[in-house]
């Protein structure tokens, strides 16, 4: 599912990683009821391709992505579930 806080996310990494393939689904209708979604703040899974993420580990990944979208954390973002490759690896993103 797409939401403008979905839209607003993908940008911001695709402004962050260039030439990344990113793709972002609103994942916060799952949730309702749970703790962080009570006060706005959404879930959301984050597929991103970028070279940048090559000979990093995944928990360097992981900060990458964060810190790209450390506006948006805790008020917006209350989750991410987050896949990050580099283009020589072998996981498929979906596309937006």
């Given at each position: 599912?797409?939401?403008?806080?979905?839209?607003?996310?993908?940008?911001?990494?695709?402004?962050?990683?260039?030439?990344?393939?990113?793709?972002?689904?609103?994942?916060?209708?799952?949730?309702?009821?749970?703790?962080?979604?009570?006060?706005?703040?959404?879930?959301?899974?984050?597929?991103?391709?970028?070279?940048?993420?090559?000979?990093?580990?995944?928990?360097?990944?992981?900060?990458?992505?964060?810190?790209?979208?450390?506006?948006?954390?805790?008020?917006?973002?209350?989750?991410?579930?987050?896949l990050a490759?580099?283009?020589d690896e072998?996981?498929?993103?979906?596309?937006?």
């Amino acid at each position: 599912m797409t939401s403008p806080r979905a839209e607003r996310i993908k940008a911001m990494l695709e402004q962050r990683f260039t030439a990344a393939r990113v793709s972002v689904d609103d994942d916060s209708a799952r949730h309702a009821g749970h703790a962080g979604a009570r006060d706005g703040a959404g879930h959301f899974v984050v597929r991103i391709e970028s070279e940048e993420f090559s000979g990093r580990s995944r928990l360097e990944r992981h900060r990458l992505v964060y810190e790209a979208l450390a506006s948006m954390l805790p008020r917006e973002i209350h989750a991410l579930n987050i896949l990050a490759v580099s283009p020589d690896e072998e996981i498929p993103l979906r596309t937006p």
